[in-house]
């Protein structure tokens, strides 16, 4: 079946360093969608990404799609203790019903 | 008021036992989503239904059953619990165009 691979797990990183998660996948996917899950709360939707190659920002973070659509990257620059979480991709092949990414836990040191 | 609702939030029982989990929306949305979130594994899909009248597996939903009862209402049944169902459950919604998917606020299980 469809597997979904995120690296890395867990990430340490000092307030200010950047910090990126990468998913990747064994089939072409239709899109790819983001999502960020505070500690001890629930998944919060971040962003859909639907063309290949393609990259959207929200502020310090920057979202990438594959060209062959493939793969995905979050990347946060200068994080923030307020960036604290799992960030997981939830990818679809099509089929309207997401696979979810074994989550990358961000924790920021202050 | 939340949005989308989950009752209990917080359940123990034991083997054995037939349980319930539900899950109420007030957005309107057309699609429903239940997953199952466990240490390491991220949320896994177990059941998902398009509408009242379409209910579909998902890739985990051995031990498991569903009912939409109204479009706003989607229930989780685990018939029998066994311990490895102890886990964090989520109820999902989604709406045309169908890209944000809505989480509720979890139920914690524990099956002894």
């Known amino acids: 079946g469809q597997q979904v691979m995120q690296i890395p797990q867990y990430q340490h990183v000092q307030e200010g360093e950047d910090f990126t998660t990468y998913c990747n996948s064994s089939?072409?996917?239709?899109?790819i969608q983001w999502y960020k899950q505070r500690p001890g709360g629930h998944p919060v939707f971040l962003i859909q990404?639907?063309?290949?190659?393609e990259v959207k920002k929200q502020k310090r973070l920057t979202f990438q799609f594959g060209e062959a659509k493939k793969n995905s990257s979050l990347h946060i620059t200068a994080t923030q203790t307020t960036d604290v979480g799992t960030y997981f991709c939830?990818?679809?092949?099509?089929?309207?019903?997401?696979?979810f990414g074994t989550g990358t836990r961000l924790k920021v040191l202050a | 008021d939340a949005d989308v609702t989950q009752t209990p939030r917080n359940r123990i029982t034991k083997t054995g036992k037939r349980i319930m989990l539900e899950c109420s929306q007030t957005?309107?949305?057309?699609?429903m989503y239940w997953y199952r979130q466990d240490p390491g594994l991220g949320l896994r899909l177990i059941y998902y239904s398009f509408d009242v009248k379409d209910i579909n597996k998902g890739e985990i939903s051995d031990g498991y059953s569903v009912s939409r009862q109204a479009q706003a209402k989607f229930s989780l049944s685990l018939e029998s619990a066994i311990p490895n169902q102890t886990a964090l459950y989520f109820c999902?919604?989604?709406?045309?165009?169908?890209?944000?998917?809505?989480f509720g606020p979890g139920t914690r299980l524990t099956v002894l």
């Open positions: 990404l639907v063309k290949s190659g």
């Open positions: 957005k309107g949305h057309d699609r």
């Open positions: 939830a990818e679809t092949s099509g089929t309207y019903k997401y696979i």
């Open positions: 089939t072409t996917l239709s899109n």
């Open positions: 999902a919604t989604q709406a045309r165009p169908y890209n944000e998917q809505f």
